[in-house]
């Protein structure tokens, strides 16, 4: 006759496992890319990006540039840094589209005397219709907008803290309307929003004369 003990001790392993397995799933999702830029020539825009610019001001300067720190890395780095308020340049990666997408990057606020934000956009139709998640470094705080015929609108914000000349990692999870943001590590957003339900391009955002380098920009297809 089977020891009982026995059989309790393989059901409580096959559970284990089973969870386990469904907690990578979740952490995971198939079909994710991750983009380094080590491929690209330092001094020029990085391959598989188109440029736009939100508000007034002048375009954005996004080029690869070697880190200082490690010059065998090399990191993406929008350089210009036009004070003009109400302006937010974006690189957003061509040719392909998501509507349920897991992103992730990591963000070094440089400098910036207007602002020091950073972040990443999805569901991007446009130019002027999309959405984004933020950090900002002089505010202390990250935020969940929806851009609607280029106007900004904030559905979420917690204050938390951004360290300058810093690198952070920031993720993004939208399944639906329902989106969910960490920093750092930690859960700092949990939102829902229908402004935009189809699929759309996805990209790195900035405001302002924030001077900033991403690295490890990370896509995953849910």
Known sequence: ????????????LFLTLVSVQFAWAQQAPPDSKKLTFDQDSVGFPPAGFEFARTGQGAEGKWVVRADKGSPSNHVLVQESSDPTDYRFPLAVVKEETHKDVTLSVRAKPVSGRVDQGFGMVW???????YYITRCNADEDNCT???TVNGHRRPFQNKPIKVAKNTWHTLK??????????WFDGAKVLDAKDETFKEAGKVGLWTKADSVIQFDDFTIGSH
């Open 1 to 12: 006759m089977e020891n009982p003990m026995t059989t309790r001790s393989s059901i409580a």
């Open 123 to 129: 569901r991007y139709k446009d130019a002027n219709n």
């Open 144 to 146: 969940i907008y929806h």
């Open 172 to 181: 993004l999870e939208a399944v639906g309307d329902h989106f969910v943001v």
